[in-house]
């Protein structure tokens, strides 16, 4: 198996916050207030959007670069959803500041249904948890 990424988490005296280090970075996660967290960061779902916004992001420009299309500035709206059975729903919307031809933004809808972060959503991942003492 080929890792892709990595990152490792850490709970703080404050009631859900939790450090994250991946790769080169330090991040916070935290759950809002009304959920009894205190909004000292994004809450899990934000960053699996986050991630998902910027795998897209990333990828749409790589494939407008190697066309040739000037996007101008692509922005990527993503709402997160649980219906009643409490299957997940996610919409993604893209917004260039640049006019497309129809053929175009049909081609940035397609690519988009392909990139890496969206293929994983959407065929789920094994997790194997294990527990381990200090």
């Known amino acids: ?5 990595t990152a490792t988490t850490q709970t703080s005296d404050v009631r859900y ?11 916070v996660a935290d759950e809002p207030v009304h959920a009894g967290g205190q909004n000292a960061g994004p809450a899990p779902y934000d960053y ?14 790589m494939y407008a670069e190697h066309k040739g299309w000037n996007l101008g500035e692509l922005s990527i709206a993503l709402h997160l959803q649980k219906d009643k059975e409490g299957n997940t729903h996610i919409e993604r919307v893209l917004t260039t500041t640049e006019l497309l031809s129809d053929e175009q933004r049909e081609k940035l809808l397609d690519i988009a249904s392909k990139t890496p972060v969206t293929k994983t959503l959407l065929q789920g991942a094994t997790i194997n948890t294990q527990y381990s003492n200090q």
């Open 48 to 61: 699996l959007l986050a991630g998902l916004g910027a795998c897209t992001s990333i990828t749409l420009q």
């Open 1 to 5: 198996m080929k890792t892709i990424a």
């Open 17 to 27: 916050k939790t450090a994250i280090k991946t790769s080169d970075f330090a991040l």
